[in-house]
């Protein structure tokens, strides 16, 4: 499985707009999960900001607030087997190569990891967006197969 975070190019964008206008907000906020190295903020300075995650298109594409640190960082750093951000129930969300939602399941931290390899194993799945389970935001997504899981 291979975890994409938010492009790079995405991020300093957001980080040059930080503070200038309404929809890109600097900030410190401890705890809240980071799209740019898929781990939980600690006391540093992060940005908000909107973001369309390209999985979903036409009907399918959504935006919603997300959060990175305020300046470039190392990016993840995911050691083999483990689940960045699912220390909670998440939502994983199977797209098509079109970008048509084709899945979804409700996953809690101990199945993350079989529920994933269990949705890229259908060949109609392209990739998988991990979310929030309480306010739907998305986190981060997955590409890979059962094969490689």
């Known amino acids: 499985m291979e975890f994409h ?16 206008d309404e929809e890109h907000e600097l900030t410190t ?4 999960p980071l799209r740019c190295c898929l781990r939980r903020a600690g006391a540093e300075a992060v940005v908000l900001f909107r973001y369309r995650p390209g999985a979903g298109r036409g009907p399918y594409a959504e935006v919603g607030p997300v959060y990175a640190h305020a300046e470039r960082c190392a990016g993840p750093e995911v050691a083999d087997g483990e689940l960045p951000l699912f220390t ?6 199977a797209y098509t190569a079109e970008g048509r939602i084709h ?3 409700l996953s809690g931290p101990g199945s993350g990891r079989v529920d994933l390899a269990a949705l890229l194993a259908d060949p109609a799945v392209a990739r998988v967006q991990v979310r929030s389970a309480t306010h739907g935001c998305f986190l981060f997504e997955v590409t890979g197969s059962a094969v490689r899981a």
């Open 88 to 93: 909670a129930p998440r939502v994983l969300r």
């Open 29 to 32: 906020a401890p705890g809240v």
């Open 103 to 105: 899945d979804g399941v």
């Open 5 to 20: 975070v938010i492009a790079e190019d995405v991020l300093a964008r957001a980080r040059a707009a930080a503070g200038a």
